[in-house]
């Protein structure tokens, strides 16, 4: 995969079963199952296991038998991340705890009323995590996606768990998502965006990454720099069977270009990256 398309990969069947699982046996169970099934990946998904060996020899320079090991554990805890999703939209969410790192930043983004716009990426589980915290510092995370699950799944997760627990605010071409977020920060939410992945087309930033020129996103950094809202870069990372770690950044709170904000989100990215090299989630040929 040359590059990113904007789709969620995944077939329906899958998700039947392991929503079965879950549900019937439990976590444990599904967890082994998901053994099979992404060694099965590991061995056929050719496109994106040659991305992340790719990745992981010529860009974090890890030898070529430590990168194939790798592979295999990025498939699988991208595995554990989509169940445990499902876990918790299936209200089977009592085995997971988290700790939050800079906890106290949101506590503060939340009290200064303005709401608050929340950079991710494609690493760790930042929905899952996100769950966690709901409630506990605000009742509303919104996040703002592409819209472009494959049909038959989302109706399937849609009708088996409820839907999602967050509020979606999906990208438009008539730029009508800008009222929503708009809408969000004025009544003191939290906007989550995931800003480390462009569309063949889109307008972007281009910016050294790991040592290589990797092009970013534009629309979230304008994003971050023209709402009054203060900015932080979050990441939640799977680090236990059943627990995360979430992180938070000092919030931005002065006017700054898109630029300047995007290079200091790709800092923030970078040291992720290198802690967590397994739970990078971009199954493409990032860098040009």
Known sequence: MSRWDGK??????????FLFFINTLGLNFAYYLLRIVTFYYYLFASKPRNALLDFYQNTLHIQRAGAKKLVRKNFYIFGQTLVDRAAFLLGRNEQFTHTFENEQYLIDIRDQGKGG????AHLG??????????GRITPTINIVMLDAEVESIKQYMDLSTGGSRFKVIAIKNDLSHIISIRNALINNEFVAIHS????EGARYIELDFLEKKAKFPHGPFVIASKFDAPVT????????KYSYH???TLPI???MKPEEIARLYVT????????YPEQWFNYYNFFN
């Open 8 to 17: 969620t990969k995944g077939s329906l069947t899958g998700y039947k079963i």
């Open 117 to 120: 716009i929340l950079l991710s």
């Open 125 to 134: 589980n930042w929905e899952t995590a996100g769950n966690l915290l709901k």
């Open 196 to 199: 480390d992945r462009y569309l």
């Open 233 to 240: 870069f979050v990441f939640a990372a799977k680090n236990g």
């Open 246 to 248: 979430l992180s938070a």
């Open 253 to 255: 709170t002065s006017k």
């Open 268 to 275: 923030q990215l970078e040291k992720k990256v290198k802690e």
